[in-house]
Structures are given as C-alpha cells and as structure tokens.
C-alpha cells in the first residue's frame, strides 16, 4: 500500500537552530499538508500546498516556518530559529483531491528542541 | 469557528465488551467528518469519511455514524488490537484544513 515517508523520524536540534524535514507523498497526490502534534495536545494544521502554493496555512505557520517543494517527490517543511516549544511530533500528509477519502498520514518527525 | 469535541477522553473496555464514541461538532458548511486511528508514536490511519447526516460506513468492528450535530464510532466485540486513540476530525467547505479533536484513548483488555 502506498505510504507517505517522512524523514528523520527523530531530530534533536539546539534552540535558534534552523531545521529541515522532509517528506515523500504519495505519487499521485496533489494536496500536501503538515500537521503538528505536541505531546498530550491535539493534532493541529500547519499548512496545505497546492500546485505548487501554500493555498491555507493557520495562524501557528508564521514566518518562521517556510514549505517548499524542491523537486517532483520531496515536499519539505522549515523551521527558522527553533525555539522550545516547537518541540512535537510533525506530521506530513497527502491526499488525491482536498480531503474527499480522508488524508494520508506519514508516521512524522518527532522534533525535539534542547 | 469550528470545533470538534471527543467525549469520553479515555474508555476501558474488557475484550467483546461493546461501546460507542462520541464526536460532537460545530461547523460552518461540512464538507466531511473523518474518523482516524492513531498508535502511540504514529501518524493518524484513516478510517473513514463521512458527508451528509444518516451516513454511515462500517470497517470490521467498526462503524461510524453522522447527524447534523455529531457522528459516533460504535466498536462491536473489540479486541485488544483495537486499543488505539480514535481521533475525529472535520472539514469546511470553506477552508482546506482539516480540524481535530482530542482524541478518544481507547484500551481493551483481554
């Protein structure tokens, strides 16, 4: 069954360092998304990519988180100037069509800050 | 704004041991609500997509349910396999993000 991958699966960085994660959708998906969980809290939406643009992002994807996507596979999520409590799980997704048949979640990126 | 709200937090169930959960919602125009699973240090698994009120769609044990103000996620005879944290989740027709709730953290014991 096809899978989203994300890589690294843990990353330890120290606080005002800048961070890439990154991620592998599904082939022939067209919506991309990152999502963030910290520990005990809900999973909370970063940010959507569409062709090629952020088409939604939330009031937590400021300035210091930036999308990119860099080839035809990788879609990556940056993180300037880390700072404590951007320690959490990261995850990516992908969906064929916005939403319609639920998202594509890969196992994420547990980001922790020192 | 939108809202999703799980009840209960966490629920104990012995093996064979039926229950329901609940997922109430608030929402400005629903596009669909979705019900996931998620493992202790996994991303959420998709379990289903609901979209208009007296849907429901059944996977195994499971099967989930949709009124205008909520869905419920019924577990028949569930197995330890089945513990899991069950999130819901919904989408506006307005917006392309997905908003989740808390999460039910379900254990069945044997």
């Known amino acids: 069954e096809p899978e989203v991958t994300q890589t690294p699966s843990h990353q330890v960085t120290q606080m005002g360092q800048e961070v890439i994660l990154r991620c592998v959708p599904i082939?022939?998906?067209?919506?991309f998304y990152w999502y963030r969980q910290i520990l005990g809290q809900k999973v909370e939406f970063l940010v959507s990519f569409y062709n090629n643009e952020i088409s939604e992002k939330s009031e937590i994807f400021d300035d210091q988180f930036s999308v990119e996507r860099p080839d035809g596979s990788n879609f990556t999520l940056k993180i300037r100037s880390t700072k404590l409590e951007d320690s959490a799980m990261y995850f990516c997704a992908s969906s064929e069509a916005s939403g319609r048949g639920g998202y594509t979640f890969g196992s994420g990126t547990r980001l922790t800050v020192v | 704004e939108d809202q999703v709200t799980q009840s209960p937090e966490a629920l104990r169930l012995q093996e064979g041991e039926s229950s329901s959960l609940n997922c109430s919602y608030t929402v400005s125009g629903l596009r669909g609500l979705f019900w996931y699973r998620q493992d202790p240090g996994k991303g959420p698994e998709f379990l289903f997509t609901?979209?208009?009120a007296g849907e429901e769609k059944e996977k195994e044990r499971l099967k989930a349910t949709l009124t205008k103000k909520e869905s419920f996620l019924h577990i028949t005879a569930p197995k330890p396999e089945d513990s899991a944290t069950y999130l819901c989740a919904v989408q506006a027709y307005n917006n392309n993000d997905m908003r989740f709730g808390a999460g039910t953290r379900l254990t069945v014991k044997p």
């Open positions: 609901l979209y208009s």
């Open positions: 082939s022939n998906h067209l919506y």
